[in-house]
Every structure is written in C-alpha cells, then in structure tokens.
C-alpha cells in the first residue's frame, strides 16, 4: 500500500531542502550507501540525451562495488584452492588426453606381450605423477605457489584499486559537470526573471503613458466642452440685456440695477472658473507626485527582491562548497585509513611469512644435523666392526703362533714340516689380507659410485624443478598479472632456490 504525505511533512521536506541548498526544481534525490561512506545525489528527471552522461544502472553499480570490495582471507584462501583444484583438473584432463592419442605400434604376437606394454605404460605414467607430485612437494614449490597466489591476489587487488580510482574519477567528473549545468541554469533563470521582469516593467511604463495620454485628452475636451457652456451662457445673457434694453425706458435704473448685478455674477463666474482651473492643476501635479512615488516604491521592492536572490544564491553558493570541502575530508580520511590498514595487513602478512621461514629453516637444520649425525655413526660403526677384525685376527694369529712354538719346541724332528706349514698359513694370510683389501677397495668404489649416482640423481632433480619453477612463472603471464610481480616472484623464487641449495 503506497503511503501519501501530509502537507506538514511535505512542508517540512522543503523547508529542509531549502537549508540544505537543495532546489525544488523537479530533482530526484537519491542516496547511495558505500562500505565507509554515504551521499545524496540529485537526478534530475529530465531526459538529457547528452554524450558527456554516462547511465549506469542500478545492478551494473551494485555489481561494480561488489567487484571493488576488497577480498577477506576466506574469500583468498578459496582462490588458492580453487587455483589447486584446477591445476588438478588440468594435469587429469592432459593424462586422459594422453591416454586418449593412439600411438601407433607393430602389433605384438601373443596377448603377454600386450599386457607387458600396457603394463610398462602404466608403470611409465605412474611414475612421471609421482615425480610431478614429488616435485609439488618440495619445499621451494611450496613457497613458489604460495608467492604465485600472492602475486595474483595483489594483481587482483591493484585491478580493484585500479577501478575504484576510476568509478571515482568518474564520479567526480559527473559531479562536477552537475553543477556546472546547475549553474549554467540557475544563470539562465536569473536571465531570463530579469528580462522578463524588465519587459513587464517597460510594459506597465507604456500603458501608464497611455493612460495619462488619454487622461489628458479627456480633460481637454471637458475644457472646451466647459468653455462653450461659458460662452453660450454669456450670450444668452447679451440677448436677455439687449432685450431688457429694449424695454421701457422708465424701467431704465431698475435695468441698469439689474446689469450691474449681472455683471457681477459674470464676475464671480469667471472668479470660479478660474479657481476651478487652478483646483485641477494642482490635482494633476498631486496625481504625478503620487505616480512618482508609486513608481520609486516598485524600484525599491524589485532592488531589495533582487538583493534577497543575490543573498539566497550567495548562500547556496556557501551550503555546495562546505559540502564539498566535506566530501573531500571524507575521502582523503578514508584513503588515510585504507591506506592504514593495508600497511597493517601487510606488515602482519611479512610478521608470519618470517615465522614460518624462520621454522621451516630450524627444521631443515635440525634434519641436517640429524642426518649429518646418522652418517657418523655408520662411519664409525663400521671402523668399530673393522677393528674388531682385524684385532681377532691377530689373536687368531698368535694363537697359531704359539700352537707353532708349542709344535716346535715338543715335535723338533718336524721342523721341515712345520715350516712348510707356516710358509703355507702365511700365504694363506696374506692372500685373505689381499682378498680383504681388494673388497675394501671394491667397496670404497661401489661408494663412490653411489655418490655419484646420488649428485647425478640430485642434479636431475634441480633441473626439474628448475623447470617446473620457470613453467609455473611463465603460466602467470595468462592471468593479466604486470611484468613487475612477475619479476619479482622469479627473484623470490632463485632466493629460496639458492638457500636450499
């Protein structure tokens, strides 16, 4: 049910508009809410087809602040998984295209030989996913995806200043071409209530001309018309003398009294016209003053509205630029407090990658020492067990020695014999000291050999990951992000590389 104002509330309405410097000129006010900040807009509610307006509507802007909104850390941490579950998805569908291409090879003769190839094809893509996943496991990948999903927030993030700095620029272009064409109107007006007011009075000037004209026409017929009654009057009374005169002389001094009164009645006749004529000048003159003076009050009053209109605009004037002046407090304390908590973030964010850093160093260290630890004590475990040895051995030989003494001083007659037998335990000796020095040194080899293996082993795996280093930081380019953070992620990532190492 739609709801009417009363008169009170209408009238409240424009007495509030009116202090607020808002005009009622057909305008619709419009308030706008931001996430820190909220304004009036007037829009007007003519239909101004006008290139320099841009119409945006009320969902295509609800859109845009939702776009401009700063992400929380919910909304990062499911960018990075859905960043991983594409990635997942992406190495899934490249197997299955792989899988999907027929290679084509000579046919195999029994169905072992098939299951053989299968099964070595099988085995060949199991291990190229273990070795993709062992590398996604390192640590330096780690810390790569994590700087890579880094760079892209902060690419994200620049967009939507990017675009916030230019809805406002916008803004203000369209606030300032606004009230620029208020302006432009409220002159307009002014020019066009002057003028008008101006042809009204010249209008009022000529019909008050007009009027006087025909005033003074009418008075000047009355004045002959009064003029020939005199002069009729004055010869009807010459014939009734010259027929008074006529008459009897014997009536003569009663006609002679009788003319002289009516000369004196012509006198005091003319003594009235005459005050008459004097009596109408002075209410002309009266009437003139009076005029004067009505025309000298309307100047007066069209000054002083005049006056009112200048005061009223002056302070309308007043009311726009402390809005103004307060619009743009308002804006430079929200980019101070922006600003603020970004650097706030931004240092915390720094706070807990060095924590982790730091935790994760102690513990590649930790499992250096331990390492370095078990290698020692394998190294001398196996002097210990070659010791060992080598002091049985030599209680084994003077064992013998002694059994030979014992042979030799009890049986003297078989000297020959026991010297052929100890010509024969000694070469025994020395060909199982040969034979043990030869493993040694066989041994010493092999190591060698696994060492190597190791470095070469160790060596293949740099190179991949070295690889998969440069395709994921030449993957950024395909998401918009600028050559500075791409530079930046690399110098990151040949850091933690060179600290591993």
């Not at 980019?335 to 730091?358: I, S, V, Y």
Request: proline residues 1%; hydrophobic residues 30%; aromatic residues 4%.
């Amino acid at each position: 049910m739609k709801k009417y104002k009363t008169k009170t509330q209408c009238r409240r309405d424009e007495v509030l508009d009116g202090l607020k410097g808002f005009p009622q000129d057909g305008r619709k006010r419009v308030t706008i809410i931001a996430n820190d900040h909220a304004r009036v807009v007037l829009i007007p509610e003519e239909n101004r087809s006008s290139s320099d307006f841009i119409k945006v509507k009320e969902s295509k802007y609800e859109s845009l602040i939702d776009v401009t909104r700063r992400p929380n850390l919910e909304e990062r941490q499911e960018y990075v998984n859905k960043m991983k579950e594409d990635n997942i998805k992406r190495e899934t569908n490249l197997m299955n295209i792989i899988k999907s291409v027929k290679i084509v090879k000579p046919k195999l003769s029994t169905l072992e030989s098939k299951q053989d190839e299968e099964k070595r094809i099988r085995e060949k893509h199991i291990k190229q996913r273990a070795e993709a996943l062992r590398l996604e496991e390192e640590d330096v990948m780690k810390l790569l995806n994590s700087e890579i999903a880094r760079a892209k927030c902060s690419a994200i993030q620049q967009k939507q200043i990017d675009q916030k700095l230019l809805k406002e620029k916008v803004d203000k272009e369209m606030e300032e071409k606004r009230v620029k064409d208020m302006l432009e109107r409220n002159e307009f007006l002014f020019y066009k209530a002057k003028t008008k007011d101006e042809e009204q009075k010249r209008d009022t000037k000529k019909k008050f001309v007009e009027f006087l004209e025909k005033q003074v026409k009418v008075k000047e017929v009355e004045k002959s018309l009064r003029k020939k009654e005199i002069e009729q009057e004055i010869t009807e009374k010459n014939l009734r003398l010259a027929q008074q005169n006529k008459k009897d002389l014997e009536e003569l001094l009663r006609r002679e009294e009788d003319r002289r009164n009516l000369l004196n009645h012509n006198k005091n006749s003319i003594l009235e016209a005459q005050k008459l004529k004097e009596k109408e000048i002075e209410e002309e003159k009266i009437l003139s003053a009076k005029m004067e003076d009505i025309w000298r009050q309307k100047d007066e009053q069209q000054k002083s509205a005049q006056d009112h209109f200048n005061r009223q605009l002056e302070e309308r004037n007043k009311v726009f630029e402390l809005l103004a002046k307060q619009k743009k407090e308002e804006n430079e304390l929200r980019l101070e407090a922006e600003e603020f908590a970004m650097r706030r973030r931004n240092n915390e964010f720094d706070r807990e990658w060095r924590q982790k850093e730091k935790e994760r160093i102690l513990n590649e260290l930790e499992k250096r020492k331990s390492f370095q630890e078990g290698i020692l004590r394998q190294i001398d475990d196996k002097y210990k067990q070659k010791t060992i040895e080598i002091i049985d051995e030599l209680k084994e030989v003077q064992k013998m020695a002694n059994k030979l003494k014992d042979m030799d001083s009890k049986i003297e007659e078989h000297n020959k014999k026991l010297k052929d037998e100890k010509q024969k335990m000694t070469g025994y000796i020395v060909e199982q000291a040969q034979e043990k020095l030869r493993k040694e040194e066989q041994e010493k080899v092999e190591t060698e050999i696994w060492r190597n293996k190791i470095k070469d082993m160790e060596q293949r795996r740099k190179e991949k990951l070295r690889k998969a280093i440069e395709k994921k930081i030449e993957d950024l380019r395909s998401h918009d992000i600028s050559d500075e953070l791409i530079n930046s992620v690399r110098q990151k990532a040949d850091i933690l590389e060179s600290k591993i190492q």
